[in-house]
């Protein structure tokens, strides 16, 4: 298959006030090794209920300059904190071990988990001047409430862990993991250096590769130099991608 039918989906996540000076040197490092914007964000309206979006207007010229220059926005849940009790063992489980209580939309209804995909996207849309390219979960985690809330919200993406979809149809537009880091203990750096290691060898026959950053991956230098060594190999025989252009086939 030709480059210009395979690509690569590069994706900043946990974007907004909080994390700054982080997210920055992310986009810095993207822009280098990607040639220019071509890579999404997922956008935080309010961390942790710590950092509004609505209430910084510097921030917001920042996300829609971003947008301005062909930067993918993606609604990333609202606050980013999971504050559900989980009654259901497996929910219980994926709460604990695959994110520190980021699962934001694991445990929401189908009412609540529409309201805060609307209340996100009005104020993203408001912020950039234009849609947003679709709706991805905190920590890729949904339940079936979140589910159900997407086919009603008429994004045209959604992404998890193994694939993207599109929720106004639920047709699967790529699949294969989301090359990923994780910066929360010793064990998961060296794991998730590890996975990467191996996806950069075991994954290229995959039509699209994912890999997505985060904040706390800036504040680990064996995390940075192994996203640099994932840029660099994934891109050999692709093209930087937008999650958009996914769209067109389907």
Known sequence: MPASDRRLLASIHDVGPRFEAEVDRLVELLSEH???????????PDHWNRAPLAENPGYQSKLRAWSDGGVEMFVHGWSHRDESTHRRPSAAFRAKHMTAGEGEFLGLDRVEALARMKRGRALLEDVIGREVT???????????????ALGEAGFAIAEDHFRVWSPIDGGTLARGPVITWAS????????????????????????????????????????????????????RGRRASGYGDLLAPH
């Open 34 to 44: 990607l040639g220019g914007f071509r890579f999404a964000m997922l956008v935080v």
């Open 134 to 148: 679709g709706f991805i979960a905190p920590a890729w985690l949904y339940g079936a409430g979140a589910v159900a």
């Open 184 to 235: 929360r203990s010793p064990m998961r750096i060296k794991s998730s250096i590890g996975f990467a290691a191996l996806a950069r060898r075991g994954l290229g026959f995959l039509d699209t590769l994912r890999v997505a950053v985060h904040p706390g991956d800036t504040k680990v230098p064996e995390l940075l130099d192994s996203i640099v060594r994932t840029l660099a190999a994934t891109k």
